[in-house]
């Protein structure tokens, strides 16, 4: 494999490098050039093209499962009618953004990043990537590292260990990794799961499959609305694109807002709301307090969005089912259960979950020792503890990815500003004395699914104060990142020592 070296004309050494052309690398690339017009940038994107999540999920059905309202861009207006979109509209949107702000010149395609190395002495970021197109390993340099790679491994997503997986004589699916030529007419489909993924799956393939069960060992809240937005529909017809988005946008922030303080305060009549519209879709018959009322509280997981409530109607049409069961082991014709039970199928569905992970699964370097992201504090959940010039984005888990995203793009971007003004070169979140014995929670906290829960040890902690906590909530976030001063006394900067 030949390495190209790095240097530092204008293609190999940048002011910024963004890994990931997703909705984050998109949105930051807008701020950056925006709001920032003075500093370099390239985007490294690990894939043959743009999207991150909207081009890797080609299963039937996927579409969003927030409102594009919120899910799109601050900066441009979602027109399409549906504001719950599939994957095709959704990347159409992202194809439409990236080349009307001229985005694409800077991306770099089949780029995947392996390592980032700090040098201290000379405040850059050593980057080196796969370039896939020809097998060569490429290196760049750059003084601030912004990744945007998403939280989920794309070499392959979650599937437990199930006993017989061999003895299966059909097909098996996970759908990180949806074959196109999956033919599934007439077939008979399990669909193991119950989240987001299957919810969506289910309906999908049962207009045409002979039908489709999905096996869940525990309910899931689902939450049934329509795939347009009635408001938005109104105000476009009489305000400007632009405004009749913003005002939507607000409308259905302050919503979400709204509907999530209330599941935290009031779980339990939250609860009542959501299983009473699931016995209203599926009639006084259906055992909903079996398949549809989780143990748990509404929001201490991801709830699932039912658009037009397709979900509801296959079941209804008697096309699809739910059976609420473990799974015993894989025979030759399906799935065997605990209780006896096999329910054949042609086709199963692995619809189990995602991998997490930090930071794109790459190593990181600081003065060449490697960083063990557990052993590091989160910083306003964005950044992390003894390591310069690098921010990532998560998005939220309680509303659409989007809006965090933004917000901590304009972040890097005031970020970028200040250390222009004041001269200096590095920005390092250190704890401070007082920050001493924080104790130690999880970088998630309060959110039981089981994706989280695998990897929560690999991930930074919290502390118990501003600003080593990661909120996951809209209005603290605006109080700590986007109002709070830049210079709080956590975020050292300082000179290259060379110029000091």
Known sequence: MATIPPDHDSNNHVDVLIVGAGISGIGAAYHLQTLCPDRSFTILEGRSDIGGTWDLFRYPGVRSDSDMHTLGFSFKPWTEAKSIADGPSIMRYLRETVSENGIDRHIRFDHWVTNASWDTSTSRWTITANDKRN???????????????????YKEGFTPEFVGREDFRGTIVHPQKWPEDLDYAGKKVVVIGSGATAVTIVPAMATTAAHVTMLQRSPTYLVSRPDHDAVADTLRKFLPSKTAYAITRAKNILFSKYFYDRSRTQPEKVKQLVVGGVRKALGPEYDVAKHFTPSYNPWDQRMCLVPNGDFFSAINSGKASV???????????????????????DIIITATGLNLVTLGEMSVEVDGHEVDFANTWTYKGLAYSDV????????????????RADVVSKYVCRLLNHMKSTGTQQATPRLRPQDANMPARPWIDDFSAGYMLR????????GDHEPWINPQLIARDKQIIVKAPIDDGAMQFTKTPALV
Request: with cysteine; net charge negative.
């Open 135 to 153: 097998d060569r390993t490429v290196t760049l340099t750059c003084n601030f590292l912004f990744m945007c790679s998403g939280y989920y491994s």
């Open 388 to 403: 310069p010039n690098l921010v990532s984005t998560f998005g939220y888990i309680n509303a659409s990815w989007t809006l």
């Open 455 to 462: 990897v929560m040890h690999l991930m930074p902690k919290q």
């Open 323 to 345: 059976v609420t069961d473990h799974i015993d082991r894989f025979v030759e014709n399906g799935i065997k259960l605990t209780s006896g039970e096999v329910l054949e199928a």
